[in-house]
């Protein structure tokens, strides 16, 4: 079988700063129909409570990206020779409501579910992460979760409101859509309003790695034990870019320090090779605190990173 898979624009034909700025490059698509994976920008920042501008992430991270050439030179992975990967543009959300904002992505990411596809998102603010994972489970059932974030985003309320950046994962706990006893969270830190803040994802069954405790560590070995009580269940890996100390990516909303190294967040993503990913997303990059465009291309690296650990791609 000889299919045509779409390649990322060289930097041979056009240079890396010239042309149209799709993720890495990637050929445009307007259906999901065909594609195994596809890289799906959502610009909302209406859910965030501190530093706005995550809606300017999809655009930033898809600016930095043109430089990521298609091989993998630490891993070996080469998506591109068995995947057939494109770019679906954003999530038309309505950026005067949440309320309409949240059926709208759902459905979006039913669509790619359902044409087989397995979303990459470039956020936008975590708020995102529960309508996606309404259609993820929709589609998968329950799914098991990789979370990196310096927070739990297990809030009951922000300011009464139930949808927001810091409550995602509250509510999707509440709706059943994961498999409690396989999400791990991994880089919490920080102030809290309570001593025990992080308590509550672990009494649902959570397994919690405060930053702290992997301060200098590799993190390969935590990823092989993931891995072996994650199994072969349908994963979602949700990366919050502020898990990652703000030296490093201080392009974010709610920065807080002490935060993962790059080694690590590498680590992470690539210890989630194995496992199978139904998708993944990077949020809360926030352009207008990220002058150098550093927090914006870390986050167009690990989408690329994530795209190299999906089931089917290779290693040469
Ligand atoms: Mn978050
Ligand atoms: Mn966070």
Same mark, same amino acid.
């Given at each position: ?114 044409? &087989?596809?397995? %979303?990459?998102?470039? @956020? =936008?603010?975590? $708020?995102?992460?529960?309508?996606? *994972?309404?259609?993820?489970? !929709? ?103 502020? &898990?990652?100390? %703000?030296?490093?990516? @201080? =392009?974010?909303? $709610?920065?807080?320090?002490?935060? *993962?190294?790059?080694?690590? !967040? ?51």
């Amino acid at each position: 079988m000889a299919r045509a898979l779409n390649q990322p624009l060289g930097g041979d034909e056009m240079p890396r700063f010239g042309g149209l700025a799709s993720m890495m490059r990637l050929p445009v698509a307007t259906t999901p129909e065909g594609l195994d994976a596809a890289f799906v920008g959502v610009p909302l920042d209406i859910g965030t409570s501190h530093r706005g501008g995550a809606r300017f992430g999809p655009r930033a991270i898809r600016a930095e990206s043109a430089l990521i050439r298609p091989y993998n030179m630490a891993t070996g992975a080469a998506p591109f020779d068995a995947l057939q990967v494109a770019d679906l543009g954003d999530v038309p959300i309505n950026t005067y409501s949440l309320a309409k904002s949240l059926p709208i992505i759902s459905a979006f990411y039913e669509r790619v579910l359902a044409a &087989g596809c397995r %979303p990459l998102t470039l @956020g =936008g603010d975590h $708020t995102i992460a529960l309508p996606i *994972l309404r259609a993820v489970a !929709a589609r998968h059932g329950p799914v098991a979760l990789v979370h990196v974030d310096a927070h739990a985003d297990v809030n009951d309320e922000m300011l009464g409101e139930r949808i927001a950046h810091g409550t995602p994962f509250r509510r999707a706990v509440e709706e059943g859509l994961l498999r409690c006893d396989r999400v791990w969270q991994i880089g919490l830190r920080g102030s809290g309003y309570a001593a025990d803040d992080f308590d509550w994802p672990r009494r649902q069954g959570f397994t919690v790695v405060q930053a702290h405790e992997v301060w200098y560590r590799s993190l390969a070995p935590l990823m092989d034990e993931l891995r072996a009580k994650v199994g072969d269940a349908p994963c979602y890996l949700s990366f919050d870019i502020d &898990g990652i100390d %703000p030296a490093f990516a @201080g =392009g974010t909303g $709610t920065p807080e320090v002490g935060g *993962l190294s790059v080694p690590q !967040a590498l680590e992470i993503v690539r210890g989630c090779r194995g496992l199978n990913l139904v998708g993944a997303d990077l949020v809360e990059v926030a352009p207008p605190y990220d002058p150098s465009g550093n927090t914006a291309l870390l986050g167009a690296n690990l989408l690329y990173e994530m795209l190299c650990v999906l089931p089917g791609v290779p290693r040469r």
